[in-house]
């Protein structure tokens, strides 16, 4: 595959294929709030990362901070698709390999293609997902989308109180905490700018979960002589949150007593798990396009990485 496949004609299909799948539609000109406790006055994360992928469900305030971060980190789309390829592949995993059934999505972001509850489901029908996002937006579209799945449910909680999480009543009612679940974080926890409050969270939100269960996080990765990453930040803290790129170091530290699966915390260049070719061919109407080219990979600056909570 050449870098042309991967951001021309691909990627003007992935947008198109976006679009006809999210509840709404495009936005029109004159664009009004979908609902009125939502703010389109100033850039949510959500919305940019829709914008990212080629989504519909972004606003002009969105475009204009999306461009801005773009301008600065050409890559940036590509990144975010390289994330949920990250993503894909690790629920696939987890549904298939190591047989879980259970999956809280922390940071899920607005529904896209293939999101978790699909992916999984594709392997297990009665694979549970419980969707947990702090924008409200990502709750007014994910109830659209979920609807008619019983298997699936979305709850607007914020990843910097674990303990409302693990106590709340809809994802009580739709997990069995006593069975292992699959705890995705993924490019969420760059968004929680304090290192220690972040840490306390992953750890609060582990130590709820039964040996057996598993944790997958992408993170934004720190990288020397980038200085121009200030101005990015800068673009983010005028947005519903302030972003943080984390050296290796400290990624890792999240994954602290837990034991490391696959390639372990790797750059996503470097990552992969299971075997990659026979999900692949099982595969073939996967519509997030593959990057089969990992060099492509390496100017991405984000690490991910599958530990395995055992106690
Ligand atoms: C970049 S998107 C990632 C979406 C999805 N996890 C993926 O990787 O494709 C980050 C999401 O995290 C959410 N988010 C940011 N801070 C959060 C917090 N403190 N608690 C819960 N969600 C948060 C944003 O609203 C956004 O939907």
């Known amino acids: 595959m050449s870098r042309s496949d991967i951001d021309g004609d691909e990627s003007t299909r992935f947008a198109g294929e976006m679009a006809g799948s999210l509840p709404g539609g495009p936005t029109p000109d004159g664009e009004t709030p979908p609902a009125p406790d939502i703010d389109i006055s100033k850039p949510h994360v959500a919305r940019m990362y829709d914008y990212f992928l080629g989504g519909k469900n972004n ?7 999306a461009e801005q971060v773009i301008a600065m980190f050409p890559q940036t789309r590509l990144g975010a698709r390289a994330n949920r390829r990250f993503l894909i592949d690790a629920v696939r995993w987890l549904a298939g390999e190591a047989g879980i059934r259970q999956f809280i999505d922390i940071g899920s972001g607005l529904p896209t293609q293939q999101n978790v509850h699909e992916v999984a489901q594709e392997i297990a029908a009665d694979a ?15 109830d659209a989308l979920l609807a008619t799945d019983g298997n699936t449910a979305v709850i607007e909680a914020d990843l910097r109180d674990p303990q409302a999480i693990l106590n709340d009543a809809t994802l009580r009612g739709h997990l069995d905490l006593s069975r292992p ?4 974080m993924v490019a969420v926890l760059h968004f929680i700018e304090d290192f220690d409050t972040a840490l306390a969270s992953v750890r609060h939100l582990c130590d709820g979960l039964p040996s057996g269960s598993y944790l997958v996080i992408s993170h934004g990765l720190a990288q020397e002589g980038r200085d121009d990453v200030e101005e990015v930040r800068k673009v983010y803290r005028r947005s519903s949150s302030s972003a943080v790129v984390r050296s290796r170091a400290e990624i890792a530290r999240f994954f602290d007593g837990l034991t490391m699966v696959g390639p372990g915390l790797a750059h996503f260049a470097d990552w992969s798990i299971g075997d990659a070719a026979a999900r692949r061919r099982a595969y073939p109407d996967d519509r997030v396009v593959s990057i089969d080219d990992r060099s492509f990979l390496a100017g991405i600056p984000m690490m991910g990485g599958i530990g395995r909570i055992d106690r």
Request: charged content about 25%; proline content about 4%; cysteine-free.
């Open 181 to 184: 679940v699959g705890l995705l």
């Open 59 to 65: 606003y002009a305030a969105d475009r204009e901070a």
């Open 128 to 142: 549970r997902v419980v969707y947990v996002d702090n924008d409200p937006l990502v709750r007014v579209h994910a």
